[in-house]
């Protein structure tokens, strides 16, 4: 009788404890969506610079999914853009979008230090353009 209410006291614990964990679902899965990315530390109205250098930041301290984050952040403000009516399908040609599009992909392929190349590469073209 005793293993049997230990027994069942494990079992309580293990449920409450695998209920608290969070769920990851896979990418074709449509039962429960994934938790957000760590949002980077970057103050409201940062500039493009600031979110590469929150991504290279994270990525160094081992904070992938900050780094992912922030990557995805700067690339958003990249693509604000004005574009003449007409043209809104056509990708942009900038080369900092190529830069960080590449930096995501080393990322999600986890390969680190393409991926800090490529931050390093965009970092030095938003400065050249003062974003």
Known sequence: MRSLVLNAVRFSVLAVALSMQPVAMAADSTSAPLAP?????VPE?????????????????????EAEEALEMAQTRMLDRSVPLGQMNNPSDNLT??????????LTARDRATCMQLIQAAIGSVTGQGL
């Not at 990315?37 to 530390?41: C, E, F, G, H, K």
């Not at 290279?56 to 081992?62: E, I, R």
């Open 37 to 41: 990315l760590p949002s980077p530390l």
């Open 45 to 65: 109205g940062a500039r493009v610079s600031d979110y590469l250098r929150a991504a290279q930041n994270a990525l160094a301290a081992g904070r992938v999914g």
């Open 97 to 106: 979008v190529g830069q960080i599009s590449q930096a995501r992909q080393a």
